[in-house]
């Protein structure tokens, strides 16, 4: 039988994910939004299917995701990039 063994490098507590998304916020000011959104995603998947008495399948999946919009207001008008990533390292997300 395995045994599930989450990721600790995820974010599970709000005051953590709180954190990621304040530093995502920041880097977008830092480099010169003037406005910007962050949608932060975690979750956790486990499918077991039995045939009879035996197990007959097992899926687990871990997901993440880190998406932000900045929009820049400039002489040529508003300008609008959307990225995303799944790495929520310091230095991935700064």
Not at 19 to 43: C, F, I, N
Not at 62 to 91: C, M, N, Y
């Amino acid at each position: 039988m395995s045994h599930f063994s989450p990721d600790p490098s995820r974010t599970k507590t709000p005051a953590a994910m709180e954190t990621v998304v304040s530093r995502a916020l920041e880097a977008a000011r830092r480099a010169g939004a003037s406005q910007a959104d962050v949608l932060l995603a975690e979750g956790d998947d486990r499918e077991v299917r039995v045939r009879g008495d035996e197990i007959d399948f097992v899926k687990q999946a871990q997901e993440r995701s880190l998406g932000i919009r900045v929009l820049v207001d400039g002489g040529e008008g508003r300008k609008t990039s959307i990225v995303s990533t799944s790495d929520l390292a310091p230095g991935a997300v700064d």
